[in-house]
């Protein structure tokens, strides 16, 4: 299959996904949303140096005079898939959401494992490899969870005192 094909069917497959699991009812649809974008700007945050430093590199990507990173794979793909895991581990323990995070990342690092052997959509460089990407895809889904679940903590803290005074 040719690189473009395959972006193609990444990018529609994450767009139509992003509208199922974004909209979806368990949950607030807001934190959602909140998730997403905060799985982006750490994801931007990381990918970033990696790819100055030419650790990774996309060869195949949308408009590669304007970004060097593959934006469907930062900006769709991977927010959503942090989604899916918030989504997933919504009301657990925290032994279960460690635990769970591997479910994540480890089928993650292995697509982007194959990507890297079979396609030109992405390529390791300097001692980059899968064990490297999945300790980051894990960190930052863990990140983003303990993120949320602050936010969640301290607008309920705020909340009530907003509540108390109102009286």
């Keep these: 299959m040719k690189d473009r094909t395959l972006l193609n069917l990444f990018t529609l497959a994450g767009v139509g996904g992003s509208l199922f699991f974004l909209l979806r009812r368990k949950g607030d649809t807001k934190d959602w949303f909140l998730i997403f974008f905060i799985k982006t700007l750490v994801s931007t945050m990381i990918d970033g140096p990696i790819i100055k430093r030419k650790y990774v590199k996309y060869p195949h990507r949308y408009f590669p005079k304007f970004f060097d990173s593959n934006i469907v794979f930062l900006y769709i793909l991977f927010p959503l898939s942090c989604v899916m895991y918030n989504q ?64 969640r903590f301290l607008d309920e803290k705020i909340g009530h005192t907003a509540d108390t005074k109102s009286e």
Excluded: D
């Excluded at 997933?88 to 690092?109: A, C, E, H, N, R």
């Design 88 to 151: 997933f581990t919504y009301k657990m323990q925290i032994v279960k959401t460690v635990l769970s995070v591997f479910l994540f990342s480890g089928p993650m690092t292995l697509m982007e494992s194959w990507l890297e052997k079979n396609t030109n959509l992405v390529e390791y460089h300097k001692g980059w490899n899968s064990y490297i990407t999945f300790a980051v895809l894990s960190f930052t889904f863990f990140l983003v969870n303990r993120t949320i679940k602050l936010i």
